[in-house]
């Protein structure tokens, strides 16, 4: 298993290019399920997770080529040509939705389009239970017969899906892609209500469209949807990453540097944002890309709460934390979207962070600074924070289990040595 061993205290300076959304581009992927056509994806991130969708589709039946990755002076993005013209099967096996919870956003999909779906149940995961009945208790309201056996959900809509009012009782992304998806091609008139409104759901609603969908209510927490009979082949490019763009801005902040992040979109993280500019880091959109700088002065502890967009992203919690477990006073740091996810919280006390933890709350109390040691990842954005605490501490920090940072983070290790961080992957 690799490790990465990072010597911190090098302020980073440089520019890093802010790849496509691994949130948006794995339900583009599963959409492409819902037609005959062929569907070019391009700005496609080059990660584990998108891996392991493109063979789970693969073995659906869906035909991939990709091209279009560019080397040498920068990064341009993989195309992936997705063409499901004969599905050959509507099972996703145990072995993929284990490897990566988001295989069960091919369920809407495969139900919609074959009438037929058997997904395995992808069981616990390390920041909490994350059920999916949300997903199928939306679905039987569209009308599928839904069955669990052996560990497996078995969908079934012979006669087709037939629209309904939803009224989600929490907001949930998958539960909200699922459904935008499956409804596209059920008869008439599908309402979603407190739907989800992170932009990645945006992105997808965008692409269907493209596709031949009818969807009002894009960016809003109510999505209304008209079923059309069949969808068609479209080309899109998927949305920047977000929790890339907020991790990298961290890694300047924390390290005291000035990154130019290309290709980020400072009006997707305004949440993140204005933490950051309480704490005092400098955030400057330019033409070159967003400027993210601390220059002046110690950063400043701030509160946060996490919460469905447009509130504070979990997926952002556990680098906020690093941040302010460095930063002048107390942070408040509270989770309200997953139970158990302060995994990273006893890796980065072994660092010398003071954080006490308190149900779903966690205080941070700010300390001078942070000291290298051997951490374990735990799940993806626990390790990228371990990783933003090594670049800060002094001496050596070697993080153990570094696969989950391949399934989120394309290229972190050249990156982040692209500007300055000693930081280098060791194979055991
Ligand atoms: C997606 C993101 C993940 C992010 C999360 C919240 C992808 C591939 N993953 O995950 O990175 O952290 O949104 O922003 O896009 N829940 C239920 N029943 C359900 C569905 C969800 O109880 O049927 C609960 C979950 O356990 C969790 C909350 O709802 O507590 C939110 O989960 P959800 O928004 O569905 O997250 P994911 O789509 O799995």
């Known amino acids: 298993m690799d490790r990465i061993h990072i010597r911190g205290g090098t302020p980073l300076r440089g520019t890093i290019h802010i790849g496509g959304a691994k949130n948006a581009a794995l339900p583009l992927m599963a959409a492409s399920l819902l037609t005959g056509g062929t569907l070019a994806l391009s700005n496609l991130p080059h990660l584990a997770d998108i891996s392991t969708m493109a063979k789970l589709l693969s073995e659906l039946g869906v035909d991939i080529s990709m091209d279009g990755y560019a080397s040498g002076g920068g990064h341009v993005g993989r195309v992936f040509r997705l063409t499901a013209g004969n599905l050959t099967q509507t099972t996703a096996p145990y072995d993929l939705v284990r490897k990566m919870r988001a295989s069960v956003l091919v369920l809407g999909p495969l139900l919609a389009r074959a009438g037929h779906a058997r997904v395995s149940l992808p069981g616990g995961c390390a920041i909490g239970t994350r059920p999916v009945d949300l997903h199928l208790k939306a679905l039987e309201q569209l009308g599928a017969e839904i069955e669990l056996t052996e560990g497996y959900i078995e969908a ?68 209304t949807i008209q079923g059309v009979d069949t969808l068609h082949g479209a080309d899109y490019s998927v949305v920047p990453d977000r929790i890339e763009t907020g991790t990298y801005a961290i890694a300047a902040a924390i390290t005291g540097g000035e990154l130019t992040l290309k290709g980020a979109r400072a009006d997707l993280s305004e949440a993140v944002f204005k933490v950051l500019t309480s704490a005092g880091v400098e955030i400057t959109d330019t033409d070159q890309g967003l400027r993210i700088a601390r220059t002046n002065g110690p950063l400043r502890g701030a509160d946060m709460m996490t919460e469905p967009y447009p509130g504070f992203p979990t997926d952002m919690q ?51 600074g942070l000291s290298g040691a051997q951490v374990m990842a735990t799940d993806l954005r626990a390790s990228v924070s371990l990783v933003l605490a090594g670049l800060a501490a002094r001496g050596e920090t070697v993080v153990n289990r570094v696969y989950h940072l391949d399934r989120g983070y394309e290229r972190l290790e050249d990156k982040l040595s692209a500007c300055g961080a000693d930081i280098r992957r060791m194979a055991e």
């Open 318 to 368: 556990a680098q906020v934390m690093t941040l302010m477990a460095v930063a002048d006073g107390a942070s408040m740091i509270t989770e309200t979207i997953f139970e158990n996810r302060f995994m990273h919280v006893p890796e980065l006390c072994r660092m010398g962070a003071d954080i006490n933890v308190h149900g779903s709350s966690a205080i941070v109390r700010g300390v001078d």
């Open 156 to 223: 079934r809509a012979e006669k087709g899906l037939v629209g309904a009012r939803i009224v989600f009782p929490m907001v949930t992304v998958g539960g909200t892609e699922n459904l935008l998806m499956a409804a596209c091609l059920a008869k008439g008139e599908t309402v979603l209500s407190n739907a989800a409104r992170e932009p990645e759901v945006a992105d997808l609603a965008h692409c269907l469209v493209a596709m031949g969908a009818k969807i009002d209510g894009i960016g809003t927490d109510t999505l």
